[in-house]
């Protein structure tokens, strides 16, 4: 799978996230208190409403509408009513850059 160029690692503070949209797919990018940098499907599995607009702690982001938890380090739910883990993807940092392995749509 490609390593996709999703932003500047500066972009995104510490308990950030930020919005990545590629092929016609929307992900989160996050970046945990550690300076570790994260990315999952975009969108709530409860709702569909953006993980990016939601509230970054250590390495969870609570969903801005029925506030559903999740860990993105490892995509699962720990507060419903979402119910459905997200899906995650590998990512690493090379030049400044965040960059995301994700297959082509």
Do not use: Q
């Amino acid at each position: 799978m490609p390593w996709v160029d999703a932003c500047a690692a500066d972009d995104i503070e510490a308990e950030e996230a930020k919005r990545f949209d590629n092929g016609g797919r929307t992900f989160a990018i996050f970046r945990n208190d550690a300076d570790e940098y994260y990315c999952t499907d975009g969108l709530c599995t409860h709702e569909r409403i953006h993980l990016a607009d939601g509230l970054v702690m250590g390495n969870t982001v609570e969903c801005p509408k029925h506030a559903s938890i999740f860990n993105f380090t490892t995509g699962e739910v720990e507060t419903p009513p979402a119910c459905e883990n997200l899906r995650t993807y590998k990512t690493k940092v090379e030049n400044g850059r965040v960059m995301v392995e994700v297959e082509p749509s």
